[in-house]
């Protein structure tokens, strides 16, 4: 059984960081893109970065320079550096990857910006 688990969300206050990380386990042969999504109350789910097993990495304009994600292929870990965080920044983020060829979605960690 192959599973995806988020940790490292938190309330932080404005201008603040945190890391996330994403770890998959269970029976896996190959990861290829893995990506980080996130969802704010009463918002569609939106795609905030993604990397590919190489390291090319993309990111939506509105993380652009803050965000950083990055991955370690020998720990089937990726991870999310969040700097400057706003507000608007508060939501439940996802870790998603293709898994043999599958695609697979952790539950989520909550991270909330507020002073």
């Known amino acids: 059984q192959v599973q995806l688990v988020e940790s490292g969300g938190d309330l932080v206050q404005p201008g603040g960081s945190l890391r996330l990380s994403c770890a998959a386990s269970g029976s896996i042969f190959s990861i290829n893109d893995m990506d980080w999504y996130r969802q704010a109350p009463g918002k569609q789910r939106e795609v905030v970065a993604a990397i590919t097993r190489s390291g090319s990495a993309i990111y939506a304009d509105s993380v652009k320079g803050r965000f950083t994600i990055s991955r370690d292929n020998a720990k089937n870990t990726v991870y999310l550096q969040m700097n400057s965080l706003k507000p608007e920044d508060t939501a439940v983020y996802f870790c998603?990857?293709?898994?043999?060829?599958?695609?697979?979605w952790g539950r989520g960690t909550q991270v909330t910006v507020s002073s």
């Open positions: 998603h990857a293709y898994i043999n060829a599958n695609p697979y």
